[in-house]
């Protein structure tokens, strides 16, 4: 892997430079980061969902927990899965961190850099869209298991199923964002 290049004061400009080879490299790894940080966020919205469920069946009587075992169940099981979304988005952002100057100072691009991007961009343009599209119905619709649950007039249990699945269908919207996003950003931040 290529090393940002550093200052060029003898070519009479004070910025660093981006090569086509590190340009590629860069949206290369925020492709690979993208589904794993899409993954990450997907964990943190779900992560909750066990706290809720147990709760609402030991308050039920549907299963032999006491309240305070399925809190503490609840709350070990969230715990967890947030330090391994965690430990996702923080080996995501070190794999990138040779080029976080990207975000931190101006920089300026070689020739054929914004080539390249565009294209790629381009190529990526009708993919972005239908990750958008995707987000932004998935998190409209995740609202829907909480009015049938409603329509139903169902029991205290089926209405936190229906919050549970509501998160679970808002999350994957979130991570179809997340994804989509990670990927458009890089290209748009070499492109400044």
Do not use: H, W
């Not at 060029?8 to 949206?27: D, K, M, W």
């Not at 040779?98 to 990526?124: A, C, W």
């Not at 987000?135 to 139903?152: D, E, H, K, N, R």
């Amino acid at each position: 892997s290529a090393a940002p290049a550093e200052p060029q004061a003898e070519q009479g400009s004070p910025l660093r430079r981006v090569t086509l080879e590190q340009a590629q490299e860069y949206i290369s790894l925020r492709k690979a980061a993208a589904s794993r940080i899409a993954a990450a966020t997907l964990m943190c919205i779900y992560s909750p969902i066990a706290l809720i469920m147990l709760a609402a069946l030991s308050d039920s009587g549907a299963i032999a927990l006491s309240e305070n075992a399925a809190a503490g169940i609840g709350l070990a099981v969230i715990l967890v899965i947030v330090a391994l979304a965690v430990a996702i988005f923080i080996i995501c952002g070190s794999r990138s961190k040779e080029y976080e100057f990207l975000d931190k100072e101006p920089f300026e691009t070689e020739y054929g850099v914004t080539g390249m991007v565009n294209e790629r961009k381009k190529e990526f343009k009708d993919t972005y869209l239908r990750y958008v599209v995707i987000g932004t119905v998935l998190c409209i619709l995740s609202a829907v298991p909480l009015f049938v649950a409603m329509y139903l007039l169902a029991d205290d249990v089926i209405y936190v199923a229906a919050v549970s699945l509501l998160l679970m269908i808002a999350s994957i919207g979130c991570a179809a964002f997340v994804y989509g996003g990670t990927i458009q950003s890089a290209m748009d931040r070499l492109l400044e």
